[in-house]
């Protein structure tokens, strides 16, 4: 499942009138699967962190997760699979990121006048089709933003960061709700690629395992 889809404390700073600019820390998404209208996938969350330059975004399920690690200041990270005993690791560069999120290039949102309130934050509404007719629909704070395009690059230039969003394709939908936000400090750590313990394998041998 891609998603989709980031040394000094979450900063909090004046961005604009009401705005929080954002620079570190963490946000979590409980993610739903349904098909049909019937959920097909329970205990499944997204964490998303970052620190700067740098962005962790971890997939958990029971089965096990998927971790995208990326620097972008450097333009280097790696996406890690984890799922029992198998642990593989793929270095990414940008060009593999902007290859592997191609289609949300360009993308371009309409806005309407409805909101909702997530965590405390007014969120505006906003949606897209993409070109395979993937259906996008995004509940974002406009009182959020962030320079770190690790975060929500598949929003486009939505003036505000994402707390809820669902894919639909199809009878199928993928929903992303935030559940928490953390202002605290991101251990640098989080960010470090493994040294050992994975199975290398290059970017482009993994797309010929799809």
Do not use: H
């Not at 029992?84 to 289609?103: D, F, H, V, Y």
């Not at 470090?192 to 482009?204: Q, T």
């Amino acid at each position: 499942m891609r998603i989709l889809l980031l040394p000094l404390a979450w900063l909090i700073s004046s961005f604009g009138y009401g705005q929080k600019f954002f620079s570190e820390g963490t946000i979590t998404y409980a993610v739903q699967t349904t098909v049909d209208g019937k959920s097909i996938a329970d205990g499944v969350f997204s964490v998303q962190q970052i620190k700067g330059s740098f962005t962790r975004v971890e997939l958990k399920s029971p089965l096990g997760k998927n971790i995208t690690l990326f620097n972008a200041r450097d333009e280097e990270g790696a996406m890690l699979q984890e799922f029992g005993s198998q642990k593989i690791m793929i270095p990414i560069t940008r060009e593999n990121l902007e290859e592997r999120n191609a289609k949300y290039q360009n993308i371009v949102f309409t806005t309407d006048t409805s909101s909702k309130k997530i965590l405390d934050y007014t969120c505006s509404n906003a949606s897209t089709v993409l070109a395979d007719g993937t259906v996008i629909e995004v509940f974002y704070a406009k009182e959020l933003v962030t320079d770190n395009v690790g975060i929500g690059f598949q929003f486009g230039k939505l003036p505000g960061l994402a707390l809820e969003f669902t894919s639909i394709s199809g009878n199928s939908a993928v929903k992303y709700s935030a559940t928490s936000i953390s202002f605290e400090p991101v251990p640098v750590q989080n960010f470090d690629l493994p040294s050992s313990g994975y199975r290398v394998m290059s970017f482009e041998e993994s797309k010929k395992k799809k």
